[in-house]
């Protein structure tokens, strides 16, 4: 195996929390779809499918150095956000959660002087740089509103179709 005991367990731990991250953006999209925010929730719906593809790259990569994916149980989500901006809220905290996750591989690899897995995760710290932005804008926007949640709708529909 290419990677360190330590490693390993902090890398299956990381899927375990791209799981539960990815589990979480689809409790808020239904959350959303209950609201009636069809664009948010379209939105959150596509946030979840790339905490998803997150997960798989983790797992392809411990295949790739000769580790064993030991996949463990997924955190029930919580559903009782209230509105879209505690959603918003919600969202940046658990990529704040993960930027700190991924910042704590980034060290162990360092430490390990496991270049490979260092190089690896780059686009990790990367990734965390944009889904944080990301969620700070929404949120900001939310609050811009200042409740005109149609203006928040649209505007993402225009992000949405540009990035299309």
Not at 42 to 66: C, K, M, S, T
Not at 128 to 150: F, H, W
Request: net charge negative.
């Amino acid at each position: 195996m290419m990677i360190s005991d330590k490693m390993l367990q902090k890398l299956n731990d990381q899927i375990v929390a791209e799981f539960s991250a990815a589990y979480k953006y689809l409790a808020m999209a239904c959350a959303l779809d209950a609201m009636g925010y069809k664009v948010l929730r379209r939105r959150f719906h596509q946030q979840y499918r790339e905490e998803l593809d997150h997960a798989e790259r983790i797992v392809n990569y411990v295949g790739e150095v000769g580790g064993t994916v030991t996949l463990d149980g997924v955190p029930k989500p919580r559903h009782d956000f209230g509105d879209a901006e505690a959603i918003a809220q919600a969202a940046l905290d658990s990529e704040v959660s993960i930027t700190k996750r991924i910042h704590e591989l980034v060290a162990l690899a360092d430490s390990d002087k496991d270049y490979a897995t260092r190089q690896f995760l780059d686009w990790f710290v990367a990734e965390q740089v944009e889904e944080i932005s990301t969620m700070g804008d929404l949120l900001r926007l939310i609050q811009m509103a200042d409740g005109n949640m149609l203006q928040v709708e649209t505007r993402i529909r225009h992000e949405m179709a540009a990035e299309a």
